[in-house]
């Protein structure tokens, strides 16, 4: 049995090379391959990861011209890997390797899944908190694929599931729901998430916003639906406001002022109903144009230094 650990990595020279031999010690009784994707990394992390490969050769690097993402890493190493079991874990060590041993126990009972489920999230702020508790929810409910709440990317993977990942043709791509979507028998484990022993995270608001949006557009239509819903409610209030206006200035029109106020009302209130509306409908016509353009997930940078 071989298993493949794929660890993502960018601009982490201050903690590489704990990973590195983190996972080397937890990993030393099992036949394995860890799989290092290098995401455009800007500091020394693919020169320590290129000495560190030198003293195992089992292990892969694999170097991107670019930064192309997290999920374009993951993928990645999903090509690369050859294990009959695949384990995808961050490379920042929040995600204990220990857990790995009690990922495989699950999937020699028969499961093809094993997704690590937190009990706890040290050293997140209670907005990080809150947002993810919110999105896993609204995820839920706006698709009918259901993520097991509390679940990040990290999670062991049978062969067979690895092989229909690699399939899918979509380039706008969030991984934890593709697995989802791919079925087979899942089960989790649970465990206390850590908090980062060096550096930063390299996942601001703005990127979570993102994979968030991605992930829900990706396996829904409810943004379009909403949308739909939104304008024929504001043109029941339009209509409202249109037979109040009338009847103000038939009960009351001493009074009445001239209809600045309400044509105001109506023209800001539709037009921000428009807007949102195009704004929807322009995220999924641009999913549409990033698929029809057929570029690569990802471009590999082989060339030495």
Not at 43 to 67: A, C, G, M, Y
Not at 102 to 113: D, I, S
Not at 271 to 289: K, T, W
Request: aromatic fraction near 12%; glycine fraction near 8%.
């Amino acid at each position: 049995m071989l298993l493949s650990v794929i660890v993502p990595l960018y601009n982490e020279e201050e903690i590489v090379e704990k990973t590195f031999s983190v996972l080397e010690e937890e990993l030393k009784n099992i036949e394995h391959e860890i799989i290092f994707v290098n995401d455009g990394s800007k500091d020394k992390t693919r020169e320590i990861l290129e000495k560190l490969l030198l003293q195992t050769p089992h292990n892969k690097l694999v170097n991107f011209s670019r930064n192309f993402g997290h999920q374009a890493a993951f993928s990645a190493g999903i090509d690369k890997a050859e294990g009959d079991a695949v384990v995808i874990i961050d490379g920042d060590l929040q995600d204990p390797p220990a857990l790995i041993h009690a990922m495989l126990e699950k999937w020699r009972e028969g499961y093809q899944v094993v997704y690590a489920q937190r009990r706890k999230r040290k050293g997140e702020t209670f907005f990080k908190k809150f947002t993810a508790y919110a999105f896993y929810r609204c995820f839920a409910k706006l698709t009918n694929i259901e993520i097991p709440p509390d679940t990040g990317d990290f999670r062991l993977m049978d062969r067979v599931v690895v092989d229909h990942l690699k399939n899918l043709p979509e380039r706008s791509r969030f991984l934890r729901g593709l697995v989802c979507w791919v079925g087979f028998k899942k089960i989790g484990v649970f465990y206390d998430r850590a908090e980062r022993t060096a550096g930063k995270s390299k996942y601001p608001f703005r990127k979570m916003f993102r994979l968030a949006f991605d992930g829900i557009t990706g396996f829904s239509s409810a943004p379009l639906k909403i949308s739909f819903s939104v304008g024929c409610l504001s043109t029941l209030l339009a209509m409202a406001l249109f037979i109040w206006t009338i009847l103000e200035k038939i009960l009351t029109p001493e009074t009445t002022v001239p209809g600045w106020a309400s044509l105001m009302t109506a023209i800001v209130f539709l037009g921000g109903v428009q807007l949102i509306s195009i704004g929807i409908l322009g995220e999924y016509i641009g999913r549409i144009y990033e698929e029809v353009k057929q570029r690569p997930l990802y471009i590999e940078d082989k060339s030495g230094k």
